[in-house]
């Protein structure tokens, strides 16, 4: 088992800038795809970024290409989501997920990991 532990989230202004953290412990980070997704009050939850067990492939949302960027720490058993340029649009429960598995899947599907963190809110004000 892994458990997950977000953090970083906060209120910022239209433009403005966010940096999520996501503590893992348990078993060996590096054996895990890690994914982002949201949840805005009355949507479903969306997928955010992925990346591979290294991190050498990742994959976004067509909504956040070029604003955010995933990434992970594997000494630090943390993985991250740097938010630019953040729209009003943004505002959601910021979850982060892990799956075991192959070395080079980047998953999307919400339905596949295994394991989740708590969620941080992020909210952006107009």
């Known amino acids: 088992q892994v458990q997950l532990v977000e953090s970083g989230g906060g209120l910022v202004q239209t433009g403005g800038s966010l940096r999520l953290s996501c503590a893992a412990s348990?078993?060996?980070?590096?054996?895990?795809?890690m994914g982002w997704f949201r949840q805005a009050p009355g949507k479903e939850r969306e997928f955010v970024a992925g990346?591979?067990?290294?991190?050498?492939?990742?994959n976004y949302a067509d909504s956040v290409k070029g604003r955010f960027t995933i990434s992970r720490d594997t000494p630090k058993s943390t993985m991250y989501l740097q938010m630019n340029s953040l729209k009003p649009e943004d505002t959601a429960v910021y979850y982060c997920?892990?799956?075991?598995?192959?070395?080079?899947?980047?998953?999307?599907?919400?339905?596949?990991?295994?394991?989740w963190g708590q969620g941080t809110q992020v909210t952006v004000s107009s």
């Open positions: 997920a892990a799956k075991s598995t192959g070395p080079f899947r980047v998953i999307v599907s919400a339905a596949e990991y295994d394991y």
């Open positions: 348990g078993r060996t980070f590096s054996e895990y795809a």
């Open positions: 990346l591979t067990r290294s991190g050498g492939y990742r």
